[in-house]
Nanobody, 127 residues
Framework: QLQLVESGGDSVQAGGSLTLSCAAS????????RGWFRQGPGKEVEGVAY???????VYADSVKGRFTISKDTAKNTHSLQMDDLRPDDTGMYYC?????????????????????WGRGTQVTVSS
């Protein structure tokens, strides 16, 4: 099993920056995908950034050039550096660890076998 805890969410002005961290405890699942997802007010959960076991990254078009996902295998953590934040980036941000499929570009199933989610951290961006 794996427990994930996000941290780093806050309220910031547009143009500001935040770094979200996801601390994992339990089996390392080194071959699995790691990702960041968000759910804005009244919106579906969407993928923001993904990183595979080799460190290859993929980003949603809306965050390309502004967000950077990274991981530290030794510490079993992964992070999301968010720059030039916009009001549309507001939402609950979740980290997840899940088996590799579709080059990691997917929204893992909550409650799915070996699909692990954190409880989320709130990001609010004001104009």
């Amino acid at each position: 099993q794996l427990q994930l805890v996000e941290s780093g969410g806050d309220s910031v002005q547009a143009g500001g920056s935040l770094t979200l961290s996801c601390a994992a405890s339990g089996y390392p699942y080194e071959s699995y995908c790691r990702g960041w997802f968000r759910q804005g007010p009244g919106k579906e959960v969407e993928g923001v950034a993904y990183i595979d076991k080799e460190g290859k990254t993929v980003y949603a078009d809306s965050v390309k050039g502004r967000f950077t996902i990274s991981k530290d295998t030794a510490k079993n953590t992964h992070s999301l550096q968010m720059d030039d934040l916009r009001p549309d980036d507001t939402g609950m941000y979740y980290c997840a660890v899940y088996p590799a499929r579709f080059d990691c570009v997917m929204v893992p199933q909550r409650g799915g076998l070996h699909h692990f989610w954190g409880r989320g951290t709130q990001v609010t961006v004001s104009s």
